[in-house]
């Protein structure tokens, strides 16, 4: 899962970037204690890069989850976390998927290019999107 994203206003609302309605997996913003986590419900496990989002900034967020790995989180193309343990299967994702949403509240922050892949991205691809797409925001 990958966008670009930018704080209208710093708040402890949450807001998804994106999730799935049975609240497999997602990745969200808004949680007093980090700038953003990515959530694998299924198995129980959550990762999170922790700094506060400067109202106004683009930044690029991507999560990779593949069954039997570890989850990994990227901000600006560069890792800022990674679960310590290898993951189980989230029993596939087949409910809707939201973008922008978390339960009933809409997003405090704009998001540009939300993609989807049916894969876990590499690191060179992840610096690839970025690069290819920061002229866009930054």
């Known amino acids: 899962v990958e966008a670009w994203v930018k704080y209208n206003a710093v ?14 997996l997602s990745i969200r913003f808004g949680d007093a204690d980090t700038f953003l986590k990515l959530f694998c419900y299924d198995s129980g496990s959550k990762i999170a890069a922790g700094s506060t989002p400067t109202v106004g900034v683009w930044y690029h967020v991507l999560g990779t989850y593949k069954n039997g790995d570890n989850a990994r989180l990227f901000v600006d193309g560069v890792q800022q976390a990674a679960s310590a343990e ?18 009933s509240n809409f997003t405090p922050f704009i998001i540009g290019e939300a993609r989807i892949y049916n894969r876990a991205l590499s690191l060179l691809e992840v610096q690839r ?10």
């Open 129 to 138: 999107n970025y690069q290819a797409t920061k002229w866009r925001y930054l």
């Open 11 to 24: 708040s402890n609302a949450k807001g998804s970037i994106f999730a799935d309605v049975d609240g497999y």
């Open 86 to 103: 290898v993951l189980g299967d989230l029993g596939g994702v087949s409910s809707a998927q939201r973008i922008g949403k978390y339960s």
